[in-house]
């Protein structure tokens, strides 16, 4: 059973900074790419950001893009998603996900995952950022 457990949500005013991390148990996570998600209320959970098992590949929505940074040292370190410039608009429930870099049919995972299909996630972090 994979386990993925988030913390460093809160709350902070528009223009500041918070940084998420997410800690993997239960298998090694040396072939798993990692990723946050993000879900406000109302809306359906949408994707923010992305490493490959490697740390060597990102990936980040547009809404992300120059303002958050996803980083891992190995697989074996926590996966942080530093957030700065932080907008009222970024206000959501931020999930912690996973995906083994390879389908069950071989074929590679990284463009499913990013499409929004890990395989596994975590419970949840709130982050509110206020005007």
């Known amino acids: 059973q994979v386990q993925l457990a988030e913390s460093g949500g809160g709350l902070v005013q528009a223009g500041g900074s918070l940084r998420l991390t997410c800690v993997a148990s239960?298998?090694?996570?040396?072939?798993?790419?990692m990723g946050w998600f993000r879900q406000a209320p109302g809306k359906e959970r949408e994707f923010v950001a992305a490493?490959?098992?490697?740390?060597?590949?990102?990936y980040y929505a547009d809404s992300a893009k120059g303002r958050f940074t996803i980083s891992r040292d190995n697989a074996v370190t926590p996966v942080y998603l530093q957030m700065d410039s932080l907008k009222p608009e970024d206000t959501a429930v931020y999930y912690c996900?996973?995906?083994?870099?390879?389908?069950?049919?071989?074929?590679?995972?990284?463009?499913?995952?990013?499409?929004?299909?890990?395989?596994?996630w975590g419970q949840g972090t709130q982050v509110t950022v206020s005007s």
């Open positions: 996900a996973a995906r083994r870099r390879y389908k069950a049919n071989g074929n590679p995972s990284w463009y499913a995952f990013i499409s929004g299909d890990p395989e596994d």
């Open positions: 490493i490959t098992y490697n740390g060597e590949e990102t």
């Open positions: 239960g298998r090694s996570f040396t072939d798993y790419h």
